[in-house]
């Protein structure tokens, strides 16, 4: 077993819920289903052939967030179309609600997710293909958060051998610094006597993870998840086992979205 670490970085994001038909409203994480949109972009995998190739059966993954984010809202002056006469402007225009994911200081400071990456057997070939593209930085296509206009590129990229990673059952509290599935968390540790710059900020949503196969964009699964969006670790008991990654004297805690 290897894992990749990606480290992606842009400057704003938008990952839009798909329930909010009339806001566009947004994650504060790329779903799982834009994770792997993202790695088939890098491998030049056409829109929407790569979903089975992809799956949560082949392909796992994980994600912790580097940056402190927040979410703001901004108005869109759109057009108002209402029929084909309209798309010249004469309709008029219509201002639409955009949730946009940024650091604290939209100014300074940018977006960071950490991917990790490993594979089923099922899943080598794609991984051992997703691995030789990111060493040799060859990417097909361009990354981006959400949004064409907000482009996203690659900050960082590292592999864990097998002699660094360590599956391990939990015994009591651990410090976990990834997403985490709802359904493996027994308790979360938070402690009131904190002061509110140490405190840690952390969201439960539901996110898409697959898709079937079928280039309709039609959900196969979803993951309801707990993450942190102040990225610090998560203070948790859990019910299922998490992995060890070594890097030296660094270690990290994570778990795979599944």
């Known amino acids: 077993m290897e894992v990749l670490q990606i480290d992606i970085t842009g400057k704003l994001a938008h990952f839009r819920k ?49 940056t402190p984010l927040k979410k703001t ?28 994911v940024s650091g604290f200081d939209i100014s300074r ?17 794609t991984f051992e293909a997703l691995k030789m593209a990111l060493s040799l930085r060859e990417h097909r296509f361009a990354l981006t958060f959400g949004t064409a206009n907000f482009t996203a590129s690659v900050s960082a990229f590292s592999i864990y051998k097998r002699a660094d990673i360590q599956e391990i059952t939990p015994i009591g509290w651990v ?37 079937l196969a079928n280039q309709n964009r039609e959900l196969k699964k979803m993951v309801r998840a707990l993450f942190s ?3 610090k670790e998560m203070r948790l008991q859990l019910n299922s086992p998490y992995y060890r990654l070594s890097a030296g004297e660094d270690n990290q805690h994570i778990v795979f979205i599944e």
Request: proline letters at 6%.
């Open 229 to 231: 969006t102040s990225s």
């Open 18 to 66: 798909y329930y909010a038909n009339n806001t566009a409203m947004s994650f504060s994480i790329p779903p799982r289903t834009t994770v792997i949109g993202m790695l088939a972009g890098i491998l030049g995998r056409p829109r929407d052939t790569y979903y089975e190739e992809f799956g949560s059966d082949r392909i796992r993954s994980g994600m912790s967030v580097l």
């Open 175 to 211: 410090s976990i610094h990834s997403v985490v599935p709802s359904r493996f968390i027994e308790k979360i540790d938070f402690d009131p006597d904190r002061s509110p710059d140490s405190m840690e900020m952390i969201e439960e949503d539901l996110l898409p993870a697959d898709f």
């Open 109 to 125: 400071d940018l977006v960071t997710y950490r991917v990790f990456v490993s594979c089923t057997d099922s899943g080598v070939d």
């Open 73 to 100: 809202f901004h108005r869109l002056n759109m057009l108002s179309v209402k029929g084909k006469g309209d798309l010249n402007g004469s309709g008029g225009r219509i201002q639409t609600p955009f949730e946009v």
